[in-house]
């Protein structure tokens, strides 16, 4: 109890909103309820999902008797007893709208982090913040502490609006429009438990950008995008809908090119009207706004929400925030001073030159804090609320690149900023270049992680780390995104060089590998997206950068980017380059090839053997299967040639023949007519399921039976492009799908009783 009686929850209970509290109440009742067995799991999942609460992965590549290492400090506390409603810890995500988070809130999250988690904050690609390790029934409370300060978890997952991201420079920006921040909060707190937003089949994420040409916001893989434009001095947005990355990314399509301010608010909500009303629902693989606006095609979709928006009542909130919109470009605590001459401590110049970007308010700057994988520990978020009072007031950011930045720091102080943040273990120069690796969670903590996309991002960030005195501009200036699937949370289409976590099936034995993505384009906010180029072993990976990087030093031409280098030597000789590195034998000889980056298990689902020739042994499937990913490469070619209709052919016959390769192990005398293909295909793996595993596979196999039940009449690149994505999706699935039932049958034949038992 506090003083006078009072118990800490009730005091906080008075500094939050009251319907926040309520909210929170009534999910703890829920909490209760599950622990009781008085409500049933389904319902309860969409309920915590609502409030940012998952489950996770916990026995990872990194395990010790089945406990994480980085759980371990996690472990040592009591155990919770009995009362535990899960076995294993899960995860909380917390949304930070516009990234935007002030020191005292930065606090409240260290402690949360250090109390109820491992002590680590982990920054996100959609400027959240998560806790793993937490316990469920430790969330209610950990929501009221959140709340107190200001802070919801409100639809941090679940089928609703996700966190609304913005620019990290908005308001400090030299080429914006104006500050998007207010605009940002503005959506969040409008649509945040918005009844017309609770009906979606699944997410919906926002983004706001102050310009065109940067990466700003990355509006055009979300589903609504908005970028700040002034037209005759009135400002509005040009507004996108419908991206999105996932497995198959879709650019953004024009909504409007420009909507006034005043309609920003009631436009999203007619298009969220026509989301929730007419978007799939049944099939989660087909539910985002992305495939609802290719499906009716964007005029009708845009005639559909001005349909919409003529019949909303009205609602005061749509203009009621431009009269007072908060004040976000921030409150300096130390007047602005130029940065001259004099002494500078060691390494400053190095850790400037990358990490600080001069606002356009005159004598400051931003400094950019890089956090290695996207974590900071409790002890370091404190730090930066210290940092942030003493030399930024309340402008605090996180970024899409899981780092902080602090804004409006008087360009004099950043000599002594950088020593305090290289005294505490944030001084590392790097921001926003090829050392600046973003992953998502991986195998780490993800269920659907299928490769340790954070073992691979930290070896590459210390390899390139110790190399980066010696590496040209041109490089450094490169981005590398790592996912630990094909889901791209770690945008690995967007960026320079992209991976994707997949395996491959070597001597009966599962091998770590990824799918390497080139020729994305960050800037533009996302203005394209890269492809699949090949897949190769994990731990070939440092090496396959290697020879990328070096080609692109040698052979690009004056100020030629690694988008259009990609581009000018083709896809064929882009491929010449993987070639070694995509064979085994150089690697296979060692032991840790079959392991991930940061595990010392061996990554297989069972070992098969050998054949008892002195020959390798290759699967029928491993030779047919060689045809469908050639199939899928001469697709690229022809895209990357224009002739977009051969393109998708190729994409649909490269889909056919990795299914027929699959049918072959089991029966060896289909034959490649399309019908015969699919039949066999659809009665054998994918209506009893065996196409499908954990990993969300399974869906994939649709995109055959869809593509064959609908021939095309006409194809543009984005089709074509999309086919490519189904059908290198569909060839992993299939990868996935022989290796599985392989090691079924064998784990069969091994239990098997001997002839005369």
Known sequence: MAGNGISWKQRLEDQMDPQWRDEIDQFGGQVELRKQGKLDEKVFAETRLRRGVYGQRYDNGRRHDGISERALAFDDRPTKGPDTLWDAPGMQRIKIPFGGVSPEQLEVHADLAEEYSDAVLHVTTRQDFQLHYIHIEDTPDLMRRLGAVGITTREACGNSVRNVTACPLAGVCHTEAFDVSPYASALMEFLLGHPDVQDFGRKFKPAFSGCEQEACGLVNLHDAGFVARIRDGERGFKVVVGGGLGAVPHQAEVLSEFTPEAELLPQIQAAARVFARLGEKKNRGRARIKFLVAKLGIEEFRRLVEEERAVLPHDDRWTAYLANMAHTSGEPVRPSTPLNGGARPPGFDAWAETNVYHQRQAGYAVAMITLPLGDMTSNQARFLADMARKYAGDNIRTTVEQNIVLRFVAEADLPELFSEL???????????????????????????????????????????????????????????????????????????????????????????????????QWTENAGSYGLAVGSVPSKAIPETIDALTDAYAHGREKDESFQAWIARLGKRNVREILKPFMAVSPYAEGPEFYSDWSDVREFTIGDLGVGECAGEVVSLFGIEVVKAESQAFDAQISLEEGDFSTAEEFAYKAMLSAARALVRTEYIDVTEDPEDIVQEFKARFFDNERFFDRFARGKFGQYLLDRFQTPVTSVDANEASRRIEESQLFIEASHACEARVSAESAAAVQIEPPPGA
Do not use: M
Not at 466 to 472: C, D, F, I, T, V
Not at 510 to 518: D, E, S
């Open 422 to 520: 290289e005294a505490a273990g944030l001084g590392a120069p790097g921001a926003s270049s090829v050392v600046d690796v973003t992953s998502c969670p991986g195998t780490d903590t993800c269920k659907l992680g299928i490769a340790a996309s954070r073992g691979l991002a930290a070896e590459l960030r210390k390899r390139l780390t110790e190399k980066s005195a010696q590496l040209p501009q041109a490089v450094k200036d490169l981005r590398i995104k790592i996912s630990g699937c094909f889901n791209s949370c770690g945008q690995h289409h967007v960026a320079d060089i992209g991976f994707y976590g997949n395996s491959r099936k070597i001597d009966g034995r599962t091998v770590p590998h990824f799918q390497v993505i080139l020729g994305g």
